[in-house]
């Protein structure tokens, strides 16, 4: 089956503890990419890949890393997480940059305290 | 899940009836738009899309239109189904971009 997964699903955590979101796609997509979605703020994007190697910063990257090192993985790394990262997190992939159609994951609930 | 959508604009319709959803959009040089529908607990889906250079598309029970004078996209849900009820958002890219700016959301209602 097609699809984009996320790990863990749910995480409750403490500032200052480094985590890391995992992202997975099985569609050989070139593009992946990282939301957050917050209460009437709709959906802000975190980082972009357009390929293997290839990242680039969305609109809200601060406190965020990430990494490509194979096309199926697109990992979120918080190396300090703060309260205001609170937030639910997607992961999403499509084809290619512009794509039709973007695939997203079923979410992480994060929680920092 | 339903905390995203603690703070939208909601849109109640009869089941059958035909729904009108709206978005301004942020920059007019955008060349690329989306509508995604995402329900209770789920990530967003694709809807349909819509290229600058067209006024209107049409999906299954589903239609785009954008008005660039305005900055302005609808998305048009013929004979509204109980399925239907969920968040929609727009969303917008930029020509030579690869990033995606995403309205804030609109929750549809569809009463039986």
């Known amino acids: 089956e097609a699809q984009v997964t996320q790990n863990p699903r749910y995480l409750i955590t403490v500032t200052g503890k480094k985590l890391t979101v995992t992202c997975s796609q099985n569609?050989?997509?070139?593009?992946m990419s990282w939301y957050r979605q917050d209460p009437g703020l709709g959906l802000r994007q975190i980082y972009y890949s357009m390929n293997v190697e290839a990242t680039d910063k969305g609109d809200v990257p601060e406190g965020y890393k990430v990494s490509r090192k194979e096309k199926r993985n697109f990992p979120l790394i918080l190396e300090s997480p703060s309260p205001n990262q609170t937030s639910l997190y997607f992961c999403a992939s499509s084809l290619r940059a512009r794509a039709p159609e973007q695939y997203f994951g079923p979410g992480t609930r994060l929680t920092v305290t | 899940g339903e905390s995203v959508g603690l703070h939208l604009p909601t849109l109640s319709v009869q089941e059958g009836d035909n729904s009108i959803i709206n978005c301004a959009y942020s920059?007019?040089?955008?060349?690329?738009f989306i509508w995604y529908k995402q329900e209770s607990g789920k990530g967003p889906q694709f809807i349909i899309d819509?290229?600058?250079?067209?006024d209107k598309r049409q999906g299954q029970r589903v239609t785009v239109l954008l008005n660039k004078t305005v900055k302005h996209l609808s998305l048009q849900i013929a004979a509204t189904q109980p399925g239907d009820s969920a968040v929609y958002f727009c969303?917008?890219?930029?020509?030579?971009?690869?990033?995606?700016?995403f309205g804030t959301g609109t929750r549809l209602k569809v009463l039986a």
């Open positions: 569609m050989n997509h070139e593009y």
């Open positions: 920059n007019s040089a955008s060349d690329y």
């Open positions: 969303a917008e890219t930029l020509p030579g971009t690869y990033k995606y700016i």
């Open positions: 819509i290229r600058s250079n067209m």
